[in-house]
């Protein structure tokens, strides 16, 4: 918090994972590999 700005923290969603799984964009524009890919697109459907 300062005197400008006042900030929140949801610490809700936050958990130790692979960190591909938040690169699984919409055509692949993070440019993972087909395998890192994979895996990470399998990951974000289970959750």
């Known amino acids: 918090m300062t005197a400008d700005c ?3 923290i949801d ?7 692979i960190p591909d799984h938040d690169l699984v ?8 590999d087909d395998g890192a890919y994979d895996i990470a ?3 974000s459907a289970g959750w």
């Open 11 to 17: 610490w809700d969603e936050a958990h130790i994972d």
């Open 6 to 8: 006042v900030a929140l």
């Open 41 to 43: 697109a399998q990951a």
């Open 25 to 32: 964009l919409p055509g692949n524009t993070a440019s993972l």
